[in-house]
């Protein structure tokens, strides 16, 4: 798309600046519950699934050395059913810790100054204030807990503040009770849009989201009208191919709900497509990330800032590449707050974009952290 052509109008506003939402934060309780899943147990495999292969760090606690977490899953087995027995646990100052042979591992996956992993909407608020951000989507997982409700209820005491999404078991999208929590979530509990996490590995990986028999699902999806946020992952194998392939689905779902907007959360793998420190593309990958009803989240801290340090001019760059690529208005701004802070301040997965990614106009700099977002949802700025 020409640069010319990149920013769409998306309304006035009073204040000098445009409202900076952010696309991707989340709510959610204390990880020693349920946190809406029937048990504790189904929820804590959840989040070891998650952290088989985690860009966060894991420490030997003896010595505090550093381990790739490889004991939590059998090789070979990417469902449920290769976790490993290791006494997989929620511990304090946002790490989540197993036992191997009788040793003791820590995974720091929140931020060391989280306490009690929890992340009530008082909390993100006053993270919200001090960042500068004006509103967020809050979206959800297996991983953070079954989140209608409890995304319902920050959406409803803090309207002006946060859009939640709704998640269901998409690999079984097809069952009858997952189709009735989709009209609850939209129709009761009043969520704006549908987060797709592309995790099968609790019923294998024998279908895709574009599956003849999810039809139902996301014929339900487009007579509601909710923007669709899909975190495409590069399962059943973790590899380019994979990820490709999971595209080319997710391609096809795209083309035939045209009328649906999706949102591809985490954009592009920089470890598949950006070696050299610019983004190179497969034709067919390169055609399915300009389809008219995609948006791509810029959100580099998350998965490299164990890796670069801020301002990471890396991640700079290839924002700079993606606009020439697809242009401002098909990019939107997300942090994965409170995550993002094992590895920089909410100010600062802000600040890389808005103070330092200097080649983006001031039009350009309202679309990607704000405007378009508020386009997709209806938000007034």
């Not at 946060?162 to 997952?178: K, N, S, W, Y």
């Not at 055609?287 to 700079?316: C, H, K, S």
């Not at 098909?330 to 100010?347: A, Q």
Request: proline share 6%; net charge negative.
């Amino acid at each position: 798309m020409p640069r010319s052509l990149a920013v769409k109008p998306f309304g006035s506003c009073e204040r000098a600046f445009a409202m900076i939402i952010d696309c991707h934060a989340h709510v959610f309780e204390n990880w020693h519950g349920p946190c809406g899943h029937p048990s504790v147990d189904i929820h804590l495999k959840y989040i070891q699934k998650n952290l088989t292969r985690p860009a966060a760090k894991t420490f030997r606690l003896r010595d505090g050395n550093e381990v790739k977490p490889t004991m939590l899953f059998r090789p070979g087995d990417n469902t449920w059913a290769g976790l490993a027995d290791v006494d997989f646990r929620v511990g304090p100052y946002g790490r989540l810790e197993f036992t191997h042979e009788g040793e003791e591992y820590a995974i720091q996956y929140m931020p060391v100054g989280m306490q009690r992993i929890e992340s009530p909407p008082a909390f993100m608020i006053a993270q919200m204030t001090y960042a500068g951000v004006d509103h967020c989507i809050l979206q959800a997982g297996g991983s953070y807990g079954a989140m209608n409700d409890y995304n319902a209820f920050a959406q409803n005491q803090h309207p002006e503040r946060f859009t939640g999404l709704l998640h269901i078991d998409e690999a079984i999208a097809d069952r009858g009770e997952v189709l009735a929590e989709l009209d609850r979530a939209h129709r009761l509990l009043r969520l704006k849009g549908l987060y797709y996490s592309h995790d099968f590995s609790r019923h294998g990986y024998e279908r895709n989201l574009d599956h003849p028999a999810f039809a139902p699902f996301w014929d339900n999806i487009a007579a509601f009208g909710l923007p669709v946020f899909v975190e495409l992952s590069a399962t059943p194998h973790y590899g380019r191919a994979s990820y490709i392939g999971n595209l080319m689905a997710f391609d096809r779902l795209m083309q035939r709900y045209r009328m649906l907007r999706f949102v591809l959360v985490m954009g592009p793998p920089v470890v598949h497509f950006a070696h050299a420190g610019r983004w190179d593309f497969p034709p067919e990958v390169l055609a399915a990330y300009r389809r008219e009803n995609l948006l791509i989240e810029i959100m580099f801290p998350i998965t490299w800032g164990g890796v670069w340090d801020y301002p990471y001019p890396e991640a700079q760059e290839l924002i700079r590449h993606m606009c020439e690529l697809f242009g401002a208005a098909k990019l939107v701004w997300g942090s994965d707050m409170p995550n993002v802070e094992r590895f920089c301040t909410y100010r600062q997965s802000l600040d890389y974009v808005r103070r330092y990614c200097t080649f983006l106009s001031s039009a350009e700099k309202e679309a990607v952290l704000g405007g378009n977002v508020a386009q997709l949802f209806g938000l007034n700025c």
